[in-house]
């Protein structure tokens, strides 16, 4: 059984049938659609230039044409992990061999903030009711300069709205891209005319007849016609929780995605993984990450012992610029930087002993795909030559796979 309506779950029943697993598989999702991505929510669904049926998971029919019974818009509200049954939102009881949790993550609410004009994002729900508030309105406010809110902006720009983000940080994204990489990020919002107020956030909201008025901590206060609320997500673990099973930070899982209980893995942005080559748990929300934990996790259920040793990779579109990363940098002050941040055509290298542990590249996807490759394989480089644009850098990595070796 697989508990969950994203890419984890649809993954993982996908692979189920790759691997030749022919028992029956359930998949219960509590949105009314079959598994989607969700990263269109924040950029081409979000424009109203992708429709639905484009990131879906799987066409409905697959569900039928692979045996999966498909049941959407049902929550599973209770774990029995020593009878090994689930208690269904219809008051139905199923039993299982094998269970994989794929609950995913929700938004982080700001208390009080909350009404018609006021948007979180994570459902298609969610993005379709942006996308017709967004038409009827001029004056945009984000709060947070997270990856969802940086998109979300770009796209308000893109249908001519004019938009704010405040950030309580001095510089957005520099949590997750350092402060060099996070200004120049600033600089391209700021020079599309997005007004950025970094070191400041709300603190107060206040519904008015046709708009909101919001003040800041600093005491200045900005009319919009809608909120977009971007601070994080929360692990959805409470089911997990309540049937006893270890949680800290999302559902703790072992390196081949088992939970503290037995026959019960866990998969995508609620997991908290032990990684092998890291050597310590991460849990990562991201979509690459997500699809593949379901296929190891399959693997794994049909009797394979496949640890999941894999980099972990992300994307952000925002405007015409493609944002790309892959490992774990070890101190995103340090950086070294090869082609232009002026031009916006960067690859950033986080090196150490040297050897790569991470890229964070904008408008550069090669350069991510050639460090993926190699990440985990030995090899030796020197910031000089990572920094010499006339080496390419498939010279300086070996061509042997790069999931096998152990940094």
């Known amino acids: 059984m697989l508990v969950g309506g994203g890419v984890a779950a649809a993954a993982t029943a996908t692979h189920l049938r790759k691997h030749g697993f022919d028992g029956e598989i ?64 219809t008051g139905e009881r199923l039993g299982y061999d094998g269970l994989v949790l794929a609950t995913g993550v929700r938004p982080r609410r700001l208390p009080g903030f909350d009404g018609d004009r006021v948007h979180y994002l994570r459902t298609a729900a969610d993005s379709q009711r942006l996308r017709a508030q967004l038409a009827e309105s001029e004056r945009v406010v984000v709060i947070g300069a997270g990856f969802i809110g940086c998109e979300v902006a770009a796209a308000a720009v893109g249908l001519g709205k004019q938009v704010t983000i405040f950030d309580p940080a001095p510089t957005p994204l520099a949590r997750v891209l350092g402060a060099t990489i996070g200004s120049v990020m600033t600089g391209i919002h700021r020079s599309r005319g997005v007004q950025i107020r970094a070191g400041e956030y709300i603190s107060e909201l206040r519904h008015t007849g046709d708009g909101l008025l919001l003040t800041s901590n600093l005491g200045h206060r900005v009319e919009c016609d809608l909120v977009v609320v971007g601070i994080g997500c929360e692990p959805n673990v409470e089911l997990a929780a309540e049937a006893g099973l270890a949680t800290d930070g999302g559902i703790v899982v072992d390196e081949y995605g088992r939970t503290s209980a037995p026959d019960i893995y866990a998969a995508g942005d609620v997991a908290a993984q032990y990684h092998p080559v890291y050597g310590r748990t991460i849990r990562v929300e991201h979509h690459d990450n997500a699809l593949r934990q379901g296929a190891n996790v399959a693997l794994n259920l049909t009797g394979s012992a496949e640890p ?19 490992g774990r940098p070890a101190d995103l002050e340090d950086l070294v930087i090869r082609g232009s941040l002026e031009d916006h055509d960067f690859s950033a290298f986080s090196l150490v002993d040297g050897r790569i542990q991470a890229v964070i590249s904008l408008n550069r996807p090669r350069d991510v795909l050639e460090v993926r490759r190699m990440l985990f394989a030995p090899h030796e480089v020197t910031a000089e030559q990572l920094r010499d644009e006339s080496v390419p850098l498939k010279r300086l990595i070996p061509r042997s796979p790069w999931a096998t070796a152990r940094a």
């Open 308 to 326: 999941f040793a894999e980099a972990h990779w992300f994307w952000s579109d925002q405007y015409e610029h493609s944002l790309q990363s892959v």
């Open 26 to 89: 359930v998949l219960v999702g509590d949105e009314p659609q079959p598994p989607y991505e969700r990263p269109p929510l924040s950029k081409d669904f979000l424009l109203g230039t992708t429709e639905f049926e484009e990131f879906q998971v799987r066409p409905p029919a697959w569900y039928d044409e692979q045996s999966v019974d498909l049941r959407v818009g049902i929550r599973v509200t209770a774990i029995d992990v020593p009878g090994r049954s689930v208690t269904l939102s």
